[in-house]
């Protein structure tokens, strides 16, 4: 059972264009994480999120918490070739634990 | 190079052989996690330390799958005989409270069951 469900599952834009990519769950997560991952390595963390509502901004990525801690959104403004990758969020159900579960992957193709 | 070290990269195998994955994560991480991604999926969780201790494993890891994390430094894991099924890349990654609680991933060791 897959408890982080992402939207769209792939994108395919023109440089320059806006997208947001969606990280949807019917739990409650006490923190979120979203995580940018190349061909061939494992993921890197972009941002940690924690309090419904919450929004960080990271250059041209902003990010965002769901008021009931349930989903998070990712919007990235004029994007380039270089933000292509495979977009990953990843929750922890309940504040104390350390387990982290991945959601199912938005695939970012970004076309100069 | 401090980062979270997986060894081999790449693994080879024919069904029904048993095969072993070492990681060796940041040195100051008490926290250890075995993760498996099949392509343009999202990482799988398979089970994590804490110091030596493992502290919760995936109920959807079989009998055939074993880690270890003897003196809460490096860990291994383990795959008996293994099916076509369990190719994979396999991530390992290591966190701990000071850097509040960041996830940092090996580059993955990649199996191919034959």
């Known amino acids: 059972t897959q408890l982080l469900e992402q939207s769209p599952q792939f994108l395919s834009i023109q440089e320059g264009e806006n997208l947001t990519v969606y990280c949807n769950s019917s739990?409650?997560?006490?923190?979120l994480q979203w995580y940018r991952q190349e061909p061939g390595e494992g993921p890197v963390l972009l941002v940690t999120?924690?309090?419904?509502?919450e929004v960080k901004k990271l250059k041209r990525l902003t990010f965002q918490f769901g008021d009931a801690r349930k989903d998070s959104s990712l919007h990235i403004t004029a994007a380039q070739p270089g933000d292509t990758g495979l977009y990953l969020c990843?929750?922890?159900?309940?504040?104390?634990?350390?387990?982290?579960?991945f959601g199912t992957g938005t695939r970012l193709k970004v076309l100069a | 190079d401090t980062g979270v070290s997986q060894d081999p990269r790449h693994k080879i195998t024919k069904r029904g052989q048993n095969v072993t994955f070492r990681c060796d994560p940041i040195s100051e991480h008490n926290r250890l996690y075995w993760y498996r991604q099949t392509l343009g999926q999202g990482p799988e969780f398979l089970t994590y330390?804490?110091?030596?201790?493992?502290?919760?494993k995936s109920r959807l890891l079989s009998d055939r799958f074993s880690a270890e994390r003897p003196k809460g430094s490096f860990s291994t894991l383990e795959i008996q005989r293994t099916e076509q099924g369990d190719s994979a890349m396999y991530l390992c990654?290591?966190?701990?409270?000071?850097?509040?609680?960041?996830?940092?991933f090996g580059s993955g060791t990649q199996l191919s069951v034959l």
């Open positions: 990654a290591s966190s701990s409270r000071q850097v509040g609680e960041k996830l940092f």
């Open positions: 999120v924690v309090t419904g509502g």
């Open positions: 739990s409650v997560f006490s923190s």
């Open positions: 330390f804490q110091n030596e201790a493992q502290l919760e």
């Open positions: 990843a929750g922890a159900r309940t504040s104390g634990t350390y387990k982290y579960i």
